[in-house]
């Protein structure tokens, strides 16, 4: 490219633009079309040949199309990227000839096509729709003013113009007032439709609309021009969703990070960069795109922009798809969904209005419901924000990243979060709408703010009421009592997390009688998620929810692993992957990895069950009853795994050992009579005595401590019947801080422990406890109030985002 003399031709839609444009095709004179200066071109291109600036003006235009198969260079398009610095994109003539010739045969046109071309001559589209149009011997109009709905009507009323090219968001200006062009529809023979998103639902208004139209649609790039075609005029109808097929000498597929891949000649040459071309293509062949896609018997849907995806949660979320759905339910014109950043969550949801008078409220619940209905529950994630107009592209793409950008968040002043239950549950969950009628559970509260929701609640209440997180806001205000004194309740739940992982310390501190307080731990893990989860379970599966624990669960364990590969100065594969409990027993104090693995492998377990529509069915019907018969199926694959797999090198550290004890704990939270109770108590007792007594001795291995049994046998008889229990109210706030921070000090307190006797040589059970305690309630504070894990997680999962996308 260096030794080529390049032309600029200056951006304007004009009839003698593509004059100048065809009399460089046949000369084979490379030019760039730009509006950019002459320094910042030479800088970016090389050397200038000369520059021409076309006249304006629009009008009728009809030119010869040199048809030309070199594999040299043609022309220089700067692409209309939505973000960022244009693409200088170098397009070859054997690209150019490819894509009419494939886009004439499917259309067809002949010399009698006078066509409205609707979008900017200066891009890739609307060129090409001129030299189709060239090609075929016809004729094609370029409006002086844009695309203008009251010019077509007329002009096709005077049979002027019997085909029409433009971009989805022009057609949706059509669409939206079809009366005024529906006399004259039947007039228009060829339509060709831009690249960008656009629903099934839109694409069969136009195929009902224009009866008598050969209606193509295009996906494509700049730099890959007409990749595909979709014959929306012939396609059956439930293929209207697609974005068509590959025609010609035309590859397209789908990579393992779900981006659109393509190949064939109809790809540009390369980018200009410095001067230099560089390919854009890998070895084989294959452009990336930023597109994700994905198959349909041999027909390609465009699922979105990979930068304009919106990453709630770790799920990605096409903006369009949002659209699409949400507009169908609202009143007033379409909005716009853009994806903003999110505390809780990484991303969220910006909705984006044109009209004032649509309710913020009705809107978030429309994208609520729509989000609901794909398995995502963020409703606090979703944010409402006017703009008259929205900022595009001259071709009429939304500048989704400079809407996200102009965003600024709204900011409400309150003097105390406890002057209600109200500022209360607004503070908790920020930016989601509260009612009267609002409850914690519908609000979306888990285990994870439980904690902090009752500590607030009953600072403000002066007592908390039982099951108060199915009370209502108004529910909430009327128990409102001035009661103080030196009695308090605590939830049963609470006390017991906190007293086992109070107990967890002790034993590593030495107090080993007290053997076994791990058992109850992964006992609340199911009884919590029952009683936060279960309805999103039934509803979309168990991923999403285990989805949002990641950050939590595993940045403190690789924090931890990282620590144990210099240790050692070594790395451990199994370590990494959460696979060492199944291949040995790595059980150390200091390093209580085997915990972190099981947690994961019964999640897989969990998500696994729930993926089957048949499960979750089973579970709307009568979830108590039908997970008591898989709690019967866990206890029997506990009771007859050790005669076919032996675990006791393993300690018996297995997933399908611990997946009885999680299943244990849902189940009882979810005996709601008196009867179900009685017999949660029973079973647990009878499967704790099983898990730790019989079957060691069954296997011949030495008898494990009745304490670990015990500690099930706690858990089964109170959870049932008591809920709360009566401490001092001096105890109160600590205890929910030690249960608050249960996870990071079962991870942290062993490594401070051995930390206290071995390097410090501090030979004190009681003071090897404190530093257990202490150091690992530090360590949560540091890691969970500053919301470390999640900016560690975002840190390295949102690089490889921008990455891929």
């Known amino acids: 490219m260096q030794n080529i003399k390049i032309t600029t031709i200056k951006k304007v839609s004009s009839v003698d633009f593509v004059k100048q444009v065809f009399e460089c095709y046949r000369r084979k004179e490379v030019f760039a079309i730009t509006n950019e200066s002459s320094e910042r071109l030479a800088e970016l291109l090389g050397p200038i040949h000369k520059q021409i600036t076309p006249e304006s003006g629009g009008g009728w235009g009809s030119f010869e199309l040199t048809d030309c198969h070199d594999n040299t260079p043609a022309q220089i398009i700067f692409s209309s990227g ?59 109009y370029i409006p002086e003013n844009g695309f203008n709905l009251s010019e077509i009507t007329r002009m096709l009323a005077t049979d002027e113009i019997n085909a029409i090219s433009a971009v989805p968001s022009l057609w949706r200006i059509l669409l939206s007032q079809d009366e005024q062009i529906k006399p004259f529809a039947h007039k228009v023979r060829w339509i060709e439709i831009g690249s960008q998103w656009m629903s099934a639902e839109e694409k069969l208004r136009m195929k009902q609309l224009f009866t008598n139209a050969c209606i193509v649609q295009h996906y494509g790039l700049t730099e890959a021009s007409r990749s595909t075609l979709l014959n929306i005029s012939e396609v059956a109808d439930e293929k209207l969703g697609s974005v068509g097929k590959a025609v010609g000498n035309v590859e397209v597929k789908i990579n393992q990070d779900a981006n659109i891949c393509l190949r064939g000649d109809h790809l540009a040459l390369g980018q200009m960069q410095d001067g230099h071309l560089v390919p854009l293509v890998d070895n084989n062949g294959w452009l990336a795109t930023n597109d994700t896609g994905h198959f349909e018997e041999d027909f390609l849907y465009f699922d979105g922009r990979s930068d304009d995806l919106i990453n709630c949660s770790g799920v990605k979320v096409s903006p369009e798809l949002i659209e699409q759905a949400v507009n169908k339910v609202i009143d007033g014109r379409p909005v716009t969904i853009v994806g903003i950043k999110d505390e809780q969550r990484g991303e969220g949801f910006l909705v984006v209005k044109s009209q004032q008078e649509q309710s913020d409220e009705s809107l978030i619940a429309a994208v609520h419901d729509t989000l609901l209905s794909q398995g995502i529950n963020a409703r606090a994630s979703i944010k409402v924000q006017f703009l008259a107009e929205l900022p595009k592209t001259e071709t009429g793409k939304i500048k989704r990243k400079v809407i996200a950008q102009s965003y600024t968040p709204k900011r409400v002043k309150r003097k105390s979060s406890l002057t209600s239950v109200m500022n209360i549950y607004q503070d908790l969950f920020s930016g989601q709408s509260v009612t009267h009628d609002s409850t914690f559970k519908s609000l979306g509260g888990d285990s994870l703010n439980f904690v902090q929701a009752s500590v607030l609640l009953e600072k403000y209440l002066g007592v908390l009421p039982q099951h108060w997180e199915l009370l209502t806001v108004a529910e909430l205000e009327k128990a409102k009592t001035q009661k103080s004194g030196f009695w308090t309740s605590l939830e049963m739940s609470i006390f017991l997390r906190a007293l086992a992982i109070i107990s967890v ?301």
């Open 82 to 140: 939505t973000e960022g610095l244009p693409k200088a994109i170098v397009i070859s003539h054997r690209a150019l000839s490819d894509v009419t010739a494939r886009l004439n045969n499917m259309m067809k046109p002949d010399s009698t096509i006078r066509e409205y071309i609707g979008v900017p001559v200066t891009y890739s589209f609307g060129l090409g729709r001129c030299r189709a149009v060239a090609q075929a011997g016809g004729q094609f």
């Open 505 to 805: 310390v002790l034993v590593h501190a030495g107090v080993e009688i007290l053997s076994g307080p791990t058992f109850l731990l992964i006992f609340l893990v199911g009884f919590n998620m029952a009683r936060f989860r279960l309805e999103d379970f039934k509803e979309q599966g168990a991923w999403l929810s285990f989805a949002r624990y990641a950050s939590s669960l595993l940045v403190p364990y690789y924090l931890l692993t990282l620590v144990y590969f210099a240790w050692n100065r070594a790395v451990e594969l199994d370590v990494l992957l959460l696979y060492a409990n199944l291949i040995s027993a790595k059980i150390t104090v200091i390093f209580p990895f085997w915990f972190v693995q099981i947690l994961a492998q019964c999640f897989i377990i969990i998500g696994i069950l729930f993926s089957f529509k048949s499960i979750r069915q089973l579970m709307r019907e009568n979830a108590w009853f039908y997970s008591y018969l898989l709690l019967v199926g866990f206890i029997g694959i506990r009771t007859v795994y050790p005669f076919v797999w032996e675990t006791a090198h393993l300690n018996d550290l297995v997933p399908i050992r611990f997946i009885a004890h999680i299943w244990l704990g849902w189940c009882i939270y979810l005996a709601d009579s008196t009867a179900k109770r009685i017999l949660m108590a029973v079973t647990g007792t009878v499967f704790a005595f099983i898990d730790t007594y019989v079957l060691t001795l069954a296997m011949g291995n030495d008898l494990e401590f009745k304490a670990k049994a015990l500690w099930i046998v706690l858990g089964s008889v109170t959870l049932p019947f008591v809920r709360s229990i009566m401490i001092p109210r001096v105890f109160k706030a600590l205890l929910n801080m030690i249960a608050e921070a249960t996870f990071y000090i079962f991870i942290f307190n062993g490594i401070l422990i051995y930390m206290f006797i071995h390097i410090f040589k501090v030979d004190s059970i009681v003071l090897a406890f404190f530093a257990g305690m202490v150091g690992s309630m530090v360590s949560w504070w540091i890691l969970e109030k500053l919301r470390l894990p999640v900016l560690i997680w975002r840190s390295i999962f949102g690089r490889k985002q921008a990455k891929n996308h």
